[in-house]
């Protein structure tokens, strides 16, 4: 029986997912009635701004018809990692759309910028209010070991897009293995979580995950040191480099590698520290 639940809409989360969805339509909308060249920026920034409105939508109505509890997952979980998954895209695509579309003349290109920083912001304040305090009930997606998960995912997606546009010699397909193999492990921890079946693996699982924490850091170490060497080595920058430039890009992709290596380290402390599997009920 669906029962309507106002107090949703007039909590801090919930007041904070309202204006998520007026500023992704409005950022959405009005990027939309540009003369656009679409392209592979483009696309993101839309898929973004377009996504985060629909799964914003989504969550408000389930919560509202006080549906959400009445579904085999982890609600909680859901939310939270969707909230910090819409934080990172919000945020890239504000980032490009500012750097790629922006300029003093361009009143819509500035209104986005605006509007898709303001959503970030939204976001960014709901992954705090959500994250777990000490002392309080806490699902897994909230806490740091939780965000961390969904900081690795992202940052490997935007390395394997970019890869995309660069050929692959052995050594890199060594590195691509790495993150495919590393992705799997967080997207399968992930979806584990939201499904509620963690709880349901033998204990001695908790050494496994250890021991995949740390297999990820020695692998993504191979990779931060490999690409550098495939990339840069009898190839410096170019002069002039455009702001299109292939040297960047390759730039990019091993500072990202750097970046997810950082992440992965802290996530292997965190789980030797104290690693227990969540017990959602």
Not at 42 to 56: A, E, L, Q
Request: contains cysteine; neutral net charge; glycine residues 2%.
């Amino acid at each position: 029986m669906v029962t309507l639940d106002f107090k949703t809409l007039t909590t801090p989360v919930g007041i904070l997912r309202i204006l998520e969805v007026i500023f992704t339509c409005v950022t959405f909308s009005v990027f939309a009635s540009e003369d656009i060249w679409f392209f592979t920026y483009t696309i993101w920034c839309m898929f973004t701004w377009c996504s985060c409105f629909g799964v914003s939508i989504l969550i408000l109505v389930l919560d509202f018809l006080s549906l959400s509890s009445k579904l085999p997952i982890s609600w909680n979980d859901l939310t939270a990692f969707f909230a910090m998954l819409a934080t990172l895209m919000v945020l890239s695509a504000s980032i490009i759309n500012s750097i790629f579309f922006t300029c003093e003349n361009c009143g819509k290109e500035i209104v986005v910028s605006v509007t898709s920083f303001l959503a970030f912001i939204c976001y960014a304040v709901e992954v705090g209010l959500t994250l777990a305090k000490p002392g309080e009930k806490s699902y897994f997606l909230s806490t740091v070991p939780g965000l961390l998960k969904v900081l690795e995912i992202f940052v490997a997606c935007i390395i394997f897009i970019q890869l995309l546009f660069i050929e692959t010699p052995p050594a890199v397909q060594w590195c691509i293995a790495v993150f495919s193999i590393c992705f799997i492990f967080s997207i399968f921890l992930m979806i584990s979580t939201i499904g509620r079946m963690l709880p349901r693996f033998p204990a001695s699982v908790n050494k496994f995950l250890k021991a995949c924490h740390l297999l990820a850091v020695l692998m993504y170490s191979t990779a931060a040191i490999i690409l550098p060497i495939t990339f840069f080595r009898n190839n410096p920058r170019p002069y002039p480099c455009e702001i299109y430039c292939f040297w960047d890009l390759l730039l990019f992709i091993c500072l990202m590698t750097c970046f997810n290596l950082i992440a992965y380290i802290v996530d292997a402390v965190y789980s030797f520290k104290s690693i227990s599997l969540p017990t959602q009920t």
